[in-house]
């Protein structure tokens, strides 16, 4: 069966990664209320700008449905401004949208667009090649907590972990048409019941406060 | 990070674009306006020293803004910063990009500095965005390297008639590239003073390369669903949010309409409750030495 996962869809790159969930055999359904977090099997907060998805999110009631959905184990991919709304700290902004991920990351850390690079991405659980990497006034995870590990890194830098089922890069993996790191996170999708025990032997995912 | 070579490459410069998707960029002319744009949810901000409407109204010699304004405005938001330019004044772009704004926007809002030549976009680390009227004018931007473009509509009136007719022109041209033959895609790319690889690159993907929002009259939640639902991926407000009478309001309305652009439920809520809109100008009367919308080429 295919899973059902939904993409927040308030702002930013969201076709984008209906297409790649499509291509890696997903069915997809934007998320714009509480109601539409219902029976999904995952979750993706896209890329966009931080503010935005925050400010609308909280004015449609969404926060602490988000919080709630993901808190309580449904696995999500967090990509870019979706890592910031995921990150247990953001050390230079407000409260972050559901947080929970035990990361402290800073905004814009790389500069503003003129610094926005490609540069490859090593993913060692999805084999020796690199990922190209898309990174747009990226965030920087500036500290990884013992709650989360470390699923990819660039240079001497970490771009993206996960946590249990939670995911989430600093960098675009939708932008690019290297399906690996999508198709991995919807096996973990489909493996629901078996992330959940994972979950409880690493020591519970914590929603933000 | 260690390997920080691959800057300024179109994908990083188209994906900007992408990310604003769905979002409202908003005129904005002080630190104050800025961040209030910010609070409502703007996606990025367009730091001017005038508006459109005050523009059009001053009718002098119209010119990149201030790098002093610039900054003030860089400092208050963390959402990007995109500035203007005059088309064709690849100086003032130049500016632009040491000042670090996060996108050039090559407008017909300001005076014109060259009157035959757009700027070559394309050896520039920062991405542009540029108006159209119709399918061959934006496809011309694409091809000098533009990341993004809008439709100009008539900018400064409050009126979206005009953003209405570019969008359309756009979408008409877009669904007549799929009914034509390869041979004929050439006598077209002539018609649309386009290339003619880019012409193909189009009519097999059947939609722009770039991400395409749509600028110049939108003054209401309305106006900006229309935009949306006509198929805009956003929308540019300038004086329609600045010019109303309750500017937080109707930005955090704007937002909301943009967000929830398909849904007349959500719409008839961001729409109530605001108050006075811009007061607009009709179109028809304005001379067409008035108009910006036939500046570019």
């Known amino acids: ?209 | 990070m260690s390997d920080n070579g691959g800057t300024g490459t179109p994908r990083v410069k188209t994906g900007l674009a992408q990310m604003l998707k769905g979002g409202v960029i908003m005129d904005v002319t002080t630190p104050e306006q800025a961040c209030m744009a910010e609070e409502a949810g703007a996606c990025a901000v367009m730091a001017l020293e005038r508006i459109p409407a005050d523009i059009r109204a001053a009718g002098s010699v119209a010119r990149m803004a201030a790098p002093e304004i610039i900054r003030g405005i860089q400092q208050a938001v963390s959402i990007p910063v995109m500035a203007k330019c005059r088309i064709g004044h690849f100086v003032e772009a130049q500016i632009l990009q040491s000042l670090e704004v996060d996108f050039i926007d090559e407008s017909e809002v300001l005076t014109p500095a060259d009157d035959a030549h757009h700027i070559d976009k394309t050896p520039f680390a920062v991405p542009f965005v540029c108006g159209a009227t119709e399918l061959g004018e934006a496809l011309r931007r694409v091809s000098e390297g533009a990341a993004m473009v809008r439709t100009k509509g008539e900018a400064g009136t409050g009126n979206v008639v005009e953003a209405v007719r570019h969008m359309r022109a756009i979408r008409s041209g877009l669904a007549r590239l799929g009914g034509l033959g390869s041979e004929e895609l050439v006598a077209e790319a002539k018609e649309l003073r386009a290339p003619v690889d880019l012409v193909r690159q189009v009519a097999a993907a059947g939609r722009l390369p770039v991400v395409n929002f749509s600028a110049g009259g939108v003054a209401t939640p309305a106006d900006a669903a229309l935009m949306m639902q006509l198929g805009a991926d956003g929308v540019f407000v300038g004086s329609g949010i600045f010019k109303s009478d309750e500017p937080p309001a109707r930005a955090r309305a704007m937002v909301e309409a943009v967000a929830s652009w398909d849904d007349p439920d959500a719409l008839a809520r961001a729409s109530e409750g605001l108050k006075g809109a811009m007061p607009g100008l009709d179109i028809g009367p304005l001379a067409e030495g008035d108009l910006l919308q036939t500046r570019g080429w």
């Open chain 1, 1 to 209: 069966m295919r899973p059902r996962v939904g993409v927040l869809a308030l702002h930013g790159g969201v076709a984008e990664h209906e297409a790649a969930l499509a291509e890696v055999g997903a069915e997809t359904r934007r998320v714009r209320s509480a109601a539409d977090l219902d029976h999904l099997d995952g979750l993706v907060i896209p890329g966009g700008e931080t503010t935005t998805i925050d400010r609308l999110a909280r004015r449609l009631g969404l926060a602490l449905a988000l919080r709630a959905a993901v808190g309580g184990g449904l696995p999500t991919l967090g990509t870019c401004a979706g890592l910031i709304a995921l990150a247990r700290e953001v050390r230079d902004g407000p409260e972050p949208l559901v947080g929970g991920l035990d990361i402290a990351v800073r905004r814009n850390a790389y500069g503003r667009q003129r610094a926005s690079f490609e540069a490859p991405v090593l993913v060692p659980s999805l084999g020796r090649e690199e990922l190209p990497g898309v990174f747009i006034r990226a965030p920087r995870v500036e500290d990884v907590g013992p709650a989360a590990e470390v699923l990819a890194t660039c240079g001497d830098e970490v771009v993206a972990v996960r946590q249990g089922g939670v995911w989430g890069t600093a960098f675009h993996p939708e932008l690019t048409p290297d399906r690996r790191l999508h198709a991995a996170f919807v096996a973990t999708v489909r493996a629901g019941g078996a992330a959940e025990v994972e979950r409880r032997e690493e020591g519970a995912f914590r929603v933000g406060a």
